[in-house]
Each structure stands twice: as structure tokens, then as C-alpha cells.
């Protein structure tokens, strides 16, 4: 006979233990409101998973002022400006001198690395190895979901909320009735061809750089790894590249009068990304929240994925609290409109940075140029500059 699952009592079941999820449950139990969360992969799988790099001072705060002591502020490198490259010349934005800001370039396996760890001190219920496979009474006071951790054994979690924090192609979304969501997306006719290579840094900032040839991203890891991307077709076989051939068409992207080279070095990561724009609405159902990439999705151009999931995480905290310390659901019912302001502000700017530097295989003339024309509206003014900055630095939290 099969053993009746064994029941988790909690007050907030959070699926999925990506930067979302881990930053949730640890303001959460910082402020004493207890948590589980349960994770699919196991801690090392995350660790090892290269993603996004580039956060937001406000993401940086978070870390640093709720205590996860992670090593954002030593291992982290401040950056304030990006250099927009198009017709082959550099065209320098200085983030500080435009809008008084900066980012910080800091891995997010690194943030994972660093939450998990501080999870771990603070004796935070964090089950890796273990997917949840049914969420039952989402739309009662007393919501559950099932997982089956390594051994087989099976597990319910009964919690007053439950979130899903299960990322792009979540679990938790899917079960929200069809009657109340509309989904809201853009596909794109282009991906990131991304590599990891061992060579020092080929510019102080990062390079956004439009060419005839398509998009390339000039970013870094650390002084002696870098990570680069170059547009290519979504289908593309990277056993089809070899290094020559990569760094030739690296090259080609980012040429101009100037002479600009790559420096280059032994690649030794080679991955395709497909992009697109996604928004879920409402993000939330009865007592389940949805955070991160699984309410949303925004191509990697304007580097918002991971700064959204933070900002989510800020203003679902603050409504769980409110809700555990008063009774009150005021700010829950308020979550998705409040976060959803943020989310479309951030879609927008994602799909204007993605339009502007990328230029379709079998783009119009017209569009080509157009773009061009763009890039040049945007560097030529100071209020086009600020725009952007202000943008790409990160709007104030709600
Ligand atoms: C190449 C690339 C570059 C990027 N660059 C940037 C950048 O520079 N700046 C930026 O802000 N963002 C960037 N992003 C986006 C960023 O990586 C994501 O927005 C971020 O990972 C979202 O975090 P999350 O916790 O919501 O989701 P995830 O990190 O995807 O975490 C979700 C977790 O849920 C788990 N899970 C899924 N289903 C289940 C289940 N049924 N049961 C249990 N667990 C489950 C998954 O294993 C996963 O660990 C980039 C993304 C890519 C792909």
C-alpha cells in the first residue's frame, strides 16, 4: 500500500530556490515568518549555472542590508557606464555623471552561491533534489503543494501562501485557472551565441555594439574570465563554431576605424540562448504569488531578469509581512498591480534595447537604418543618455 505523504506545516510553501525564492525566504525569516522552500536541482547544478551578471544598486542593497555578508561588495566589480558601439565607433554613456548611478557586475551563481550559504547559517528549511509536482487549494486560506525529495519519499506542504518562484518555465503558473490569467509575449528571430573565455578584460565597460553583421556584448566575469555574446539564428549547433571562427566573427561585430580588437583567449563555454518577452497577468491566484521569471521574462539585452525578480521579492515581502503581523491582506490583493508597474517598465525597456541594437537576418533597409538613426538620437542628446542610464541603472523600489 502507498504511504500517505508526510505533511509539512509552514506559513509560506516558496517553489523554486533561484535567487527569487532563497531572497524571499530570507527577509522572511529574518522577520520570523517561517518558510520552506524546495528546490528541483541540486545546490552544484545552480552553482555551475552561468546566467545573468549585472545588478542594480538597489538588488546590491538587498544583499547587503538584510545581512547575507555574501561577497558582492569585495568579489563584485562596480561599474558606471556602458560604451554603445555603432558604424564602428565607441560612444562612451558615464553613468555617474548622467544620472549619478552604477551597477555592479557580480555572477548570478555567485548571488546563489552566497544566499544558499546564508540560508544554511540561518538554519533555513531549503530542500535541493526535490520538485513539486501538484498544488492543491490555491484558492482557500489553506493552499498545499506535493514534492518527492531523492529517497522517493513523498512530502505535502500545508502554508497560508504558497509562491512560485519557479522561473521561466514554471510549474506554478500553469496551474492558475485559465478563466483569470492572460499571458502577454514576443518572440524573437534572433539568439545570443554566448561564450566564457580565459582572457583579460578587452575594455574598462561593457560594449553594446550594433553591426551589419548583428548584435555583439562585450561583458566580463573577473580580470582573467570574460563572457561575450554574438547574435545568431535561435537553431544555431555550437559544434558548428570552432574558436577561429568564433572569435573572427566576434571581431567583425565590434571593428571600426579605431582599430578595435578583441583580446582573446581559450574559450571554454560555448551556449545558445533563446529570447523573448513574457508577462503573466495577474500574478497572483487566491493565496498562490508568483516572483521572478515566473511571472515574467525579458531578453537578456537590458539586463533587467534578475533585478526584477529582486524588486518582486521586495514588494511581496513587505505585503507577507504586513499580512502575518496585522491580519491584513491589504498589500497581498495589491501585489500584482504594484509589481506588474515595474515588470512592464522594465519589458519596455528591455524590447527597446533589443530593437535598437539587433538587426534581423533579413532585415528591411529601412529598419536597419532606422536603428542606426536611433543610436545616434540617443548619444547625441544628454536627455537620451540619462534615459537610458536611468533605465539600465534601475527606477527607486515601490
Ligand atoms: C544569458 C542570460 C543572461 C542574463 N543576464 C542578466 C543580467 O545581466 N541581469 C539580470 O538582472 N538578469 C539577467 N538574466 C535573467 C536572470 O538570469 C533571471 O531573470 C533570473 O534567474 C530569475 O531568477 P528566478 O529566481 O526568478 O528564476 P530562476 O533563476 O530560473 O530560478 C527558478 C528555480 O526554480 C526551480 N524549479 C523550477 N521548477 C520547479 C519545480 N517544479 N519544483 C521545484 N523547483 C523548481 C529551478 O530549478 C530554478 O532553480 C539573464 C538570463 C540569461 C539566460
Redesign the pocket.
Known amino acids: 500500500m502507498a504511504q500517505a505523504a508526510r505533511i509539512l506545516k509552514t506559513k509560506v510553501g516558496i517553489?523554486?530556490?533561484?535567487?527569487?525564492?532563497?531572497?524571499l525566504s530570507h527577509l522572511l525569516s529574518k522577520s520570523g515568518i517561517e518558510n520552506i522552500v524546495?528546490?528541483?536541482?541540486d545546490h552544484e547544478?545552480?552553482s555551475n549555472?552561468?546566467?545573468?551578471?549585472?545588478?542594480?544598486s538597489q538588488?546590491v542593497s538587498m544583499l547587503t542590508d538584510s545581512g547575507v555578508e555574501g561577497r558582492v561588495l569585495t568579489h563584485g566589480d562596480e561599474h558606471a557606464g556602458i560604451d554603445l558601439r555603432f558604424n564602428g565607433e565607441s560612444h562612451p554613456l558615464d553613468f555617474r555623471d548622467l544620472v549619478d548611478a552604477t551597477v555592479t557586475l557580480y555572477a548570478?551563481n555567485e548571488v546563489?552561491v552566497d544566499l544558499a550559504a546564508a540560508r544554511a547559517r540561518d538554519n533555513g528549511d531549503v530542500r535541493f533534489n526535490?520538485?513539486?509536482?501538484e498544488i492543491l487549494d490555491m484558492e482557500t486560506s489553506t493552499p498545499k503543494f506535493r514534492?518527492t525529495d531523492a529517497e522517493g519519499v513523498e512530502f505535502e506542504v500545508h502554508a497560508d501562501v504558497i509562491v512560485g518562484?519557479?522561473?521561466?518555465?514554471?510549474?506554478?503558473r500553469r496551474q492558475m485557472p485559465d478563466s483569470v490569467k492572460q499571458d502577454f509575449k514576443v518572440t524573437y528571430p534572433f539568439a545570443?551565441f554566448?561564450i566564457l573565455t580565459e582572457a583579460p578584460k578587452s575594455s574598462p565597460e561593457l560594449i553594446y555594439a550594433n553591426s551589419p553583421h548583428g548584435f555583439a556584448l562585450i561583458?566580463q566575469r573577473s580580470e582573467t574570465v570574460q563572457r561575450m555574446?554574438f547574435q545568431c539564428d535561435p537553431n544555431e549547433n555550437v559544434d558548428n563554431w570552432s574558436e577561429d571562427r568564433i572569435w573572427t566573427e566576434l571581431n567583425k561585430r565590434v571593428a571600426g576605424p579605431d582599430g578595435f580588437e578583441l583580446k582573446t583567449g581559450p574559450i571554454f563555454d560555448k551556449?545558445v540562448?533563446g529570447?523573448r518577452s513574457f508577462v503573466r497577468q495577474p500574478l497572483s491566484h487566491g493565496r498562490m504569488f508568483l516572483?521572478?521569471?515566473?511571472?515574467h521574462?525579458?531578453p537578456?539585452t537590458?539586463?533587467?531578469?534578475?533585478?526584477?525578480?529582486?524588486a518582486?521579492v521586495k514588494v511581496l515581502f513587505e505585503a507577507l509581512d504586513s499580512f502575518f503581523s496585522t491580519g491584513s491582506d491589504k498589500l497581498l490583493g495589491g501585489y500584482s498591480d504594484l509589481a506588474l508597474k515595474r515588470v512592464w517598465k522594465a519589458q519596455n525597456f528591455s524590447y527597446w534595447m533589443t530593437s535598437m541594437l539587433h538587426t534581423p537576418v533579413d532585415a528591411d533597409p529601412f529598419m536597419a537604418q532606422r536603428a542606426l538613426g536611433e543610436l545616434d538620437t540617443v548619444t547625441s542628446s544628454r536627455y537620451g543618455m540619462q534615459y537610458l542610464a536611468e533605465s539600465y541603472t534601475g527606477w527607486p523600489h515601490s
Not at 552561468?50 to 545588478?55: C, D, N, Q, T
Open positions: 517553489i523554486g530556490g533561484g535567487p527569487a525564492g532563497l531572497m524546495v528546490e528541483m536541482r547544478t545552480i549555472t552561468h546566467r545573468a551578471g549585472i545588478l542594480e538588488a548570478q546563489f526535490c520538485e513539486v509536482t514534492f518562484a519557479d522561473g521561466s518555465r514554471s510549474f506554478a545570443w554566448g561583458s555574446y551556449t540562448l529570447f516572483i521572478g521569471d515566473a511571472g521574462t525579458v537578456p537590458g539586463a533587467k531578469g534578475l533585478n526584477l525578480a529582486f518582486d
